[in-house]
């Protein structure tokens, strides 16, 4: 029980919660009865995971031998998810990225819980806002820990796009170990990314951002992207300006700083005479 927060409001979260569980409602969610908690348990594997929870219209179906089983079976889906965004806050980039990449799956990750739930409530508002169309069915979220157990979600090669927008700046030198980018987590997005696939960061703290672009250049599986290709990626344009935070800055009339790193071709192993 937090002691910070009168029983009264409390019940009402609760209260407004529950009433977001149903299936059929469309109104979307509020932010203020949406708390956090840090700390999230990961699954064994990507192979581990039941995406068809996230992912309903894209699951298969059972096979009979498995139907009849008294073990419950995993469901896969018929495509992989490609599009990961860590961090992703209130999932504004996600529901706007979800219509224009209607082939991709894409997958929010937040450690925050109750943040969570609000994207997971908003995504399903917007599921039954358009019935007809099947909008918002390749866009889902989930709570974890991506900088503890990326690998344990994704298989090797498999993204093509991964988004850090605005993450912490943790400012303190001593708090820099707990920067979302760093050699070892480079080394994991590098694992978890396809040859060609591209990281797009953005910040508004530029020390950060000086942060990400040497960290990224040092690591020898990433190059950076010309600023000619950055300035006409689509996903750029949306990540400056659909994030919640993106927004925050663009009323206080902040500065963005922009940088997107490819993902290069592992090199051929040496022949062995």
Known sequence: MDPQVSPNKRQKRENYRKAHQDDGLAELPKKKFYRQRAHANPPISPASMDWSLYFPAFATLKPES??????????PLSKEITVADIGCGFGGLLVTLAPKLPDELLLGMEIRTQVTE??????????????????YQ??????ANTMKFLPNFFNKSQLTKIFLCFPDPHFKAR???????????NSEYAFVMKAGGIVYTITD???LHKWMVQHFDAHPSF???????????????????????GKKV???QGQKYVACFRRLEEPPWPRTE
């Open 66 to 75: 498995e139907t009849e089983s008294c073990q419950p079976a995993l469901r």
């Open 118 to 135: 609000f994207v997971q409530d908003r995504i399903k508002a917007l599921r039954n806002q358009n019935p007809d169309t099947g909008l």
């Open 138 to 143: 390749n866009t889902a979220c989930l709570r």
């Open 175 to 185: 708090k820099h170990k707990a920067r979302i980018v760093s050699t070892s987590l």
């Open 205 to 207: 703290v530029e020390d």
């Open 223 to 245: 190059e950076r992207v010309g600023e000619d290709e950055q300035e006409v990626d689509v996903c750029v344009q949306i990540m400056k300006s659909e994030t919640e935070e």
């Open 250 to 252: 663009e009323r206080n």
